[in-house]
């Protein structure tokens, strides 16, 4: 678990932050508000600044909202917890979704009813994208709702020249990082008891999909 030193010193060097981040978050709440209206303790993988954990554990305080991201991340996304001082944002959790372990509830609840990614899996290579859902089996519990938001291929196909170029930009600095098959991550949420819910498009050519067991 990651513990900011001094996080609210006034030397304190400048919280990094997403502009893609402050111009997701209204409609991905606007989701979230819907699909997770009887959760309550959810794991977000790959928490990257906090700027997502921080607003939406503020807009939805029924929730506890536990981040996470990979060790050695570093983003500010503990100083940005800290400094929120939010009751259901605790601090952030390590979690390399290819290395394990995976996290179980501090609330004492066996599992997660809720887990939320956001452009997470076009970063990992597919064989970490594998692993995440094969530890999202695990870790969900029967009635588990999973939201995951970010831009997605279709039929095989990008759904935008603007796509095109994002995985060409990704693959190009990582062979193995890419835009997802919609079906082929379907297929594995399929393999661990998640059924496509909703399919919500988003502004610039992103999607929020909403799995849920059963």
């Known amino acids: 678990m990651k513990t900011p030193a001094h996080a609210d010193r006034p030397d304190a060097p400048p919280l990094p932050a997403s502009p893609a981040c402050e111009r997701n978050r209204a409609p991905i709440l606007d989701v979230l508000r819907v699909a997770f209206a009887s959760r309550r303790h959810v794991l977000e993988i790959g928490s990257g600044t906090g700027q997502h954990a921080v607003h939406f554990a503020a807009a939805m305080p029924w929730l506890r909202w536990q981040s996470s991201d990979r060790p050695g991340q570093d983003l500010g ?3 940005r917890l800290a400094l929120a001082a939010l009751s259901n944002a605790p601090p952030p959790l390590d979690l390399d979704v290819a290395q394990g372990p995976w996290p179980v509830p501090a609330s004492g609840a066996p599992r997660f009813d809720a887990a939320f990614t ?5 970063i990992m290579g597919w064989d970490a994208v594998e692993a995440c859902f ?3 089996g695990a870790m969900l519990g029967d009635d588990a709702v999973l939201v995951v938001y970010g831009p997605f291929n279709v039929g095989g196909a990008f759904t935008s020249d603007s796509n095109r170029d994002f995985d060409a930009m990704l693959r190009a600095r990582n062979p193995q990082s890419g ?4 079906e082929a991550v379907d297929a594995l949420a399929a393999r661990i008891g998640l059924r496509l819910h909703a399919d919500v ?4 050519h992103n ?5 849920q067991r059963p």
């Open 201 to 204: 498009a988003m502004p610039a």
């Open 134 to 136: 094969a530890g999202l």
């Open 77 to 79: 996304l503990a100083r």
């Open 118 to 122: 956001a452009n997470s899996l076009h």
């Open 207 to 211: 999607r929020c999909l909403v799995w």
């Open 179 to 182: 835009l997802r098959d919609l």
